[in-house]
């Protein structure tokens, strides 16, 4: 199975991508939405990384609404969605969100994909799964390259930099260069982001001010530390069947997280793509569509 022509990530479909969500009221602040595919077809929520937004399953958007029943949504503080500037930006909330965009949108059993930052609402949907607190269960959980593990989990250097004393004022040096150099340096070598791909997340970035809210949305990786035993038993004693699909050549969470999620729990199947990032699904759609169709048929 091949994606021929993935829809390019630039700013114009971005604008686009924009056009055809729409918005849905959570808590008071306004979240991004896109859905789309046969409301007939089996269920399927899609969480997104840190620092873009929901903008980076467009290459994989066609192939999977041709299949699955699509939800897709930025998280509070990313992409489109409100970004309130004093908000406490903690994994248990945006979990909240996810679980009841899943309710509200989807409101029957659904499966998840989930990528970096989405990975642990993605954990704390099993975990709540198991504890028999989620309205609909899923049904699968596919893990594309995010910290699962918190100690596997290799930080790069403008993140320490900016979870330190002085992150508050590092945001405001952000640029288009500097984020497009450090962006560029968890894509696999020979699937680099172009250009005009750059532009667009920094766009979707900046918008409502978001540039400068990154050190808070960067709590996340304290998060995983309070709440990793709990979310690492998902990975030990699933409640649905999980998988990985991995850039291996990801230098934050690649190759040595599947190893190390396959020392856990051997069970677990993995897609390691040797060739890709830490973006999979930009940088090799066909690849990934391919692992998640071959992980769904197996179901």
């Known amino acids: 199975m091949t994606i021929e022509n993935p829809a390019p990530i630039t700013p114009q479909s971005a604008a686009q991508w924009r056009a055809d969500g729409q918005f849905v009221d ?7 939405v896109r859905s789309g595919g046969d409301p007939s077809a089996p269920p399927l929520l899609l969480l997104h990384g840190f620092p873009p937004s929901s903008l980076a399953w467009l290459p994989l958007w066609e192939d999977l609404t041709a299949r699955y029943r699509v939800v897709a949504f930025d998280f509070l503080g990313f992409g489109f969605s409100d970004k309130p500037k004093r908000h406490a930006y903690d994994l248990q909330d945006q979990s909240d969100l996810a679980a009841q965009l899943a309710e509200t949108l989807l409101a029957q059993d ?21 504890e028999g607190r989620l309205a609909h269960n899923l049904l699968s959980c596919a893990f594309l390259n995010g910290g699962l593990l918190p100690a596997q989990h290799r930080a ?3 993140q320490k930099l900016l979870t330190g004393p002085f992150g508050w004022l590092l945001v405001r040096l952000m640029s288009r260069e500097r984020f497009g150099t450090s ?6 070598k020979d699937s680099q982001p172009g250009a005009a791909e750059l532009d667009a997340y920094w766009e979707v970035i900046c918008t409502n001010g978001g540039h400068r809210l990154q050190h808070r949305l960067l709590h996340y990786i304290a998060d995983r530390r309070t709440h990793g035993p709990r979310w690492e038993a998902q990975l030990t ?5 999980i998988a990985l699909i991995n850039g291996t ?17 051997p069970e677990v199947p993995a897609w390691r793509l040797d060739h890709l990032g830490h973006y999979p699904q930009t940088e090799g759609a066909a690849d990934v569509m391919a692992a998640y169709v071959e992980f769904r048929a197996g179901l």
């Open 26 to 32: 959570w808590q008071g602040h306004q979240i991004f």
């Open 110 to 130: 659904f499966h998840l994909l989930v990528h970096d930052y989405g990975v642990s609402p993605g954990q704390e949907l099993l975990a709540r799964q198991g």
């Open 156 to 158: 790069r250097p403008i």
């Open 183 to 188: 962006f560029s340096e968890v894509f696999g």
């Open 237 to 241: 004693h699933p409640p649905c069947p």
């Open 249 to 265: 050549q990801d230098p934050v969470s690649g190759g040595h997280l599947v190893d190390a999620v396959a020392a856990l729990n």
